[in-house]
């Protein structure tokens, strides 16, 4: 089922940056990423509304709304760091080289929150960083 | 120095995922996404008033300005898989499955945008297939 999921995510996800190529004609990427964040975070406040769903998060206990807070702000940072680098050096070694985040992410995953380990899912994610490296 | 930026880039989009993941556990995924989203919204709110760049925002192009509305609302429901595939598989198989959405948009520059296509971005599809079928 998850595959399904993941299936949607790479498509939305794909079309996603051929607007943001159009917009970038004019815009500052900085300036485009908070555009894109208050958008985000103002449809978000909407569904919560429209779908009732402040009393749920309201009620959230206050660990989870840190971890998701912390989660965000991590990737902000990224962000920040993100186009420092792209500021500092060239697009075509810093974005490929970017790409490597899911790799620590598994690593992260394997030695903390002891998700499985196989020399098979490592090579798949070798694959996959290369791949994902080389096309960008 | 951008190789600094570079990993500090990888590390904290690295991180964001994992504290995601931790959250997801006790918590629905679109009250989570509406939590995370809302938090990044007022975090880039705060940003651009703190800035300076208010002004800039508001006298953006409409037609650009309209193009990061669809990019993040589409990518918006993009996270809306990703968070439900989060919570249901294993981080270190969902964030680089979901990492080669590079690979769409290539694909649609290719198609619509008339990008060209070369021997290394057919390198790329040919490893990033690879490392899906093995991660699947």
């Known amino acids: 089922m998850e595959w399904i999921f993941i299936g949607c995510t790479v498509i939305l996800w794909g079309i996603s940056p051929v607007f943001d190529k159009m917009a970038l004609k004019a815009i500052d990427p900085v300036l485009a990423v908070a555009i894109r964040m208050m958008?985000?975070?103002?449809?978000?406040?909407?569904?919560?509304?429209?779908?009732?769903?402040?009393?749920?998060?309201?009620?959230?206990?206050?660990?989870?709304?840190?971890?998701?807070?912390a989660a965000s702000s991590f990737s902000l940072l990224g962000f920040v760091f993100y186009f420092k680098a792209l500021s500092a050096g060239?697009?075509?070694?810093?974005?490929?080289?970017?790409a490597a985040y899911p790799l620590f992410t598994s690593i992260i995953a394997f030695l903390f929150m002891r998700e499985s380990f196989s020399m098979?899912?490592?090579?798949?994610?070798?694959?996959?960083?290369?791949?994902v490296a080389l096309i960008k | 120095m951008e190789w600094i930026y570079i990993g500090l880039?990888?590390?904290?989009?690295?991180?964001?995922?994992?504290?995601?993941?931790?959250?997801?556990?006790?918590?629905d995924s679109s009250v989570g996404l509406a939590v995370r989203m809302m938090w990044s919204g007022v975090a880039m709110a705060v940003f651009v008033l703190a800035t300076g760049k208010t002004e800039t925002v508001?006298?953006?192009?409409f037609k650009n300005i309209s193009f990061l509305f669809i990019s993040a609302s589409v990518s918006l429901l993009g996270y809306m898989f990703y968070f439900r595939a989060l919570s249901k598989a294993n981080a270190s198989?969902?964030?680089?499955?979901?990492?080669?959405?590079?690979?769409?948009?290539?694909?649609?520059?290719?198609?619509?945008?008339?990008?060209p296509f070369?021997?290394?971005?057919l390198s790329a599809v040919i490893l990033i297939v690879s490392g899906i079928f093995l991660l699947h």
């Open chain 2, 9 to 27: 880039t990888i590390f904290f989009w690295g991180l964001a995922p994992v504290f995601d993941k931790i959250a997801l556990k006790t918590v």
């Open chain 2, 118 to 121: 070369s021997v290394q971005k």
């Open chain 2, 93 to 115: 198989k969902v964030v680089p499955a979901v990492a080669t959405f590079p690979l769409i948009t290539a694909v649609i520059a290719f198609c619509i945008m008339g990008e």
């Open chain 2, 58 to 61: 508001i006298n953006f192009p």
């Open chain 1, 39 to 69: 958008t985000s975070g103002t449809l978000m406040f909407a569904f919560a509304v429209i779908f009732k769903k402040t009393e749920v998060i309201k009620k959230l206990p206050l660990k989870s709304v840190l971890i998701f807070m």
């Open chain 1, 120 to 131: 098979k899912k490592l090579v798949a994610i070798i694959f996959i960083v290369a791949g």
């Open chain 1, 90 to 98: 060239f697009a075509s070694k810093v974005v490929p080289a970017a």
